[in-house]
């Protein structure tokens, strides 16, 4: 119980009740007498003063009271669902509410097992995400769950400007849906070209030390941003891209990750604030360059799929770079900076209106794969128009596929 709990807010819880502070001295007690664990707080400060010191100011930052207890045990009910579902899950904030709803239509559109959804959006998208997605066709096969965004409440501020709005989100994600196994996160502007299945098949090809499965950042050094420009430690020889990230979140709440800040190892929820707090100054890409440093640090724990699997416009506005999508066509598509909605990169926006366009339950070669096509023609005056065929490559293969497991009544 104690090592699977977040430390730092058992620090924190104790050091409440202690001072009776009143509105939250009732809260934190039926917390802890929640999870039967009040045994434990005379424990965690002895723990504290002898393991810790050397970094005891830090854990006030990390805080976790407000927002990683209440979330973890408000969204408690994954016990009483098994595991057989495939859990995705998304952070909508801003204006990212047609993408993220695109993104969900194409993973409904192709996927066999069920999916559940865990949707973390800020509070003024929750009305329009709940109509537009009880109208989905779901066939029983698709659940939900809209959360709000959840920060350590007192470092709040720190971790949402540290990137994109409410990106490093996906940080917590382990320490907030405790009872679910495994997910797979991703970025709103992803794209499934094919089953979420096929993804999610990689976690039974985990070896023993992995924990999580990612992308290389690039494919080509020449090109790479961490090999040439980054000021700290970064996974393998170009980084990686955390859009599309796969996690075994079991064993990411129960690993202890070598770092450079301590020789004692920390787990995941005691590792975030103070690899922020060292590199604070030295990052570009926010929680990106902290998946960098642990796993620069962990690499044993990291399982590499190859790009087509996270497929961007890097690997094609310089010329093709991406030789397994060459081959196979791109599985899944990653349209980041903002190509699905300027007229940068006419592809990758043309796959996206094509998905956003499409209505379910119509023909998908007649209402999805031929007017894509003839978009996709009009772009080959760019670099990834050049290349068009494997924006489809894959497409056209889900699509037959789909139809013969409907023919075959699966
Ligand atoms: C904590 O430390 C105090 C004094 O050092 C000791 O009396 C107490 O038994 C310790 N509690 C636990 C749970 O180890
Ligand atoms: C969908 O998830 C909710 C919790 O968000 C749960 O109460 C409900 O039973 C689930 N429905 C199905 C069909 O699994
Ligand atoms: C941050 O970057 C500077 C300049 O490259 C470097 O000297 C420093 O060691 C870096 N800090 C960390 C914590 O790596
Ligand atoms: C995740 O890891 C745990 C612990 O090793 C294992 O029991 C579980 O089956 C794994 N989940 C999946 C989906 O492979
Ligand atoms: C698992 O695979 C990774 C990456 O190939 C490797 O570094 C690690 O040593 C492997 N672990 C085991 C136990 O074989
Ligand atoms: C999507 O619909 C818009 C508006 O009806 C149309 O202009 C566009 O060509 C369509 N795109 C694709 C790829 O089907």
Same mark, same amino acid.
């Given at each position: 119980?104690?090592?699977?709990?977040?430390?730092?807010?058992?620090?924190? %819880? !104790? +050091?409440?009740? =202690?001072?009776?502070?009143?509105? #939250? $001295?009732?809260?934190?007690?039926? @917390?802890?007498?929640? *999870?039967?664990?009040?045994? %434990? !707080? +005379?424990?965690? =400060?002895?723990?504290?003063?002898? #393991? $810790?010191?050397?970094?005891?100011? @830090?854990?006030?930052? *990390?805080?976790?009271?407000?927002?990683?207890?209440?979330?973890?045990?408000?969204?408690?009910?994954?016990?009483?669902?098994?595991?057989?579902?495939?859990?995705?899950?998304?952070?909508?904030?801003?204006?990212?509410?047609?993408?993220?709803?695109?993104?969900?239509?194409?993973?409904?559109?192709?996927?066999?097992?069920?999916?559940?959804?865990?949707?973390?959006?800020?509070?003024?998208?929750?009305?329009?995400?709940?109509?537009?997605?009880?109208?989905?066709?779901?066939?029983?096969?698709?659940?939900?769950?809209?959360?709000?965004?959840?920060?350590?409440?007192?470092?709040?501020?720190?971790?949402?400007?540290?990137?994109?709005?409410?990106?490093?989100?996906?940080?917590?994600?382990?320490?907030?849906?405790?009872?679910?196994?495994?997910?797979?996160?991703?970025?709103?502007?992803?794209?499934?070209?094919?089953?979420?299945?096929?993804?999610?098949?990689?976690?039974?090809?985990?070896?023993?030390?992995?924990?999580?499965?990612?992308?290389?950042?690039?494919?080509?050094?020449?090109?790479?941003?961490?090999?040439?420009?980054?000021?700290?430690?970064?996974?393998?020889?170009?980084?990686?891209?955390?859009?599309?990230?796969?996690?075994?979140?079991?064993?990411?709440?129960?690993?202890?990750?070598?770092?450079?800040?301590?020789?004692?190892?920390?787990?995941?929820?005691?590792?975030?604030?103070?690899?922020?707090?060292?590199?604070?100054?030295?990052?570009?890409?926010?929680?990106?360059?902290?998946?960098?440093?642990?796993?620069?640090?962990?690499?044993?724990?990291?399982?590499?799929?190859?790009?087509?699997?996270?497929?961007?416009?890097?690997?094609?506005?310089?010329?093709?770079?991406?030789?397994?999508?060459?081959?196979?066509?791109?599985?899944?598509?990653?349209?980041?900076?903002?190509?699905?909605?300027?007229?940068?990169?006419?592809?990758?926006?043309?796959?996206?209106?094509?998905?956003?366009?499409?209505?379910?339950?119509?023909?998908?070669?007649?209402?999805?794969?031929?007017?894509?096509?003839?978009?996709?023609?009009?772009?080959?005056?760019?670099?990834?128009?050049?290349?068009?065929?494997?924006?489809?490559?894959?497409?056209?293969?889900?699509?037959?596929?789909?139809?013969?497991?409907?023919?075959?009544?699966?």
């Amino acid at each position: 119980m104690f090592s699977s709990l977040n430390y730092l807010s058992f620090v924190l %819880l !104790c +050091s409440m009740r =202690q001072r009776s502070y009143k509105t #939250f $001295w009732k809260e934190a007690d039926s @917390l802890v007498k929640s *999870v039967g664990v009040s045994h %434990l !707080c +005379s424990r965690c =400060q002895n723990l504290s003063v002898s #393991f $810790w010191n050397s970094y005891w100011m @830090l854990p006030s930052d *990390v805080c976790g009271m407000n927002c990683f207890w209440e979330a973890a045990f408000r969204y408690d009910y994954m016990k009483t669902h098994p595991s057989e579902k495939m859990h995705l899950a998304v952070v909508a904030c801003g204006e990212r509410l047609e993408e993220t709803v695109t993104m969900l239509r194409s993973a409904i559109i192709f996927s066999i097992k069920p999916l559940h959804f865990h949707i973390f959006a800020e509070d003024q998208l929750h009305e329009s995400f709940k109509d537009i997605l009880d109208e989905f066709p779901y066939e029983g096969r698709v659940n939900y769950t809209l959360y709000p965004i959840t920060f350590p409440s007192e470092s709040a501020a720190e971790w949402k400007k540290l990137f994109k709005p409410c990106a490093s989100q996906r940080l917590f994600l382990p320490l907030i849906l405790k009872n679910v196994d495994s997910l797979l996160y991703v970025d709103t502007d992803i794209l499934f070209l094919r089953p979420v299945d096929d993804i999610w098949s990689f976690l039974r090809k985990f070896n023993s030390t992995q924990i999580a499965a990612m992308a290389p950042e690039h494919e080509e050094p020449r090109i790479g941003w961490y090999n040439r420009f980054a000021r700290h430690p970064y996974y393998g020889v170009t980084g990686i891209n955390s859009g599309v990230m796969l996690m075994n979140m079991t064993r990411i709440r129960r690993k202890y990750f070598k770092n450079d800040m301590t020789p004692v190892r920390l787990q995941w929820g005691e590792i975030l604030m103070p690899l922020l707090k060292k590199y604070k100054l030295n990052i570009t890409w926010g929680d990106q360059d902290l998946l960098n440093i642990m796993f620069f640090h962990n690499p044993e724990s990291l399982y590499v799929f190859p790009c087509q699997w996270n497929y961007r416009p890097d690997h094609c506005i310089y010329g093709s770079n991406c030789k397994a999508a060459e081959e196979e066509g791109i599985f899944i598509l990653h349209g980041n900076r903002g190509v699905y909605h300027d007229d940068k990169q006419p592809t990758f926006r043309a796959v996206y209106e094509a998905i956003k366009n499409y209505s379910f339950g119509d023909d998908l070669v007649h209402s999805l794969l031929q007017p894509l096509e003839q978009e996709l023609q009009k772009t080959t005056h760019t670099y990834c128009g050049r290349v068009y065929k494997v924006f489809i490559k894959q497409l056209t293969q889900s699509i037959r596929d789909l139809y013969a497991r409907r023919s075959k009544g699966r």
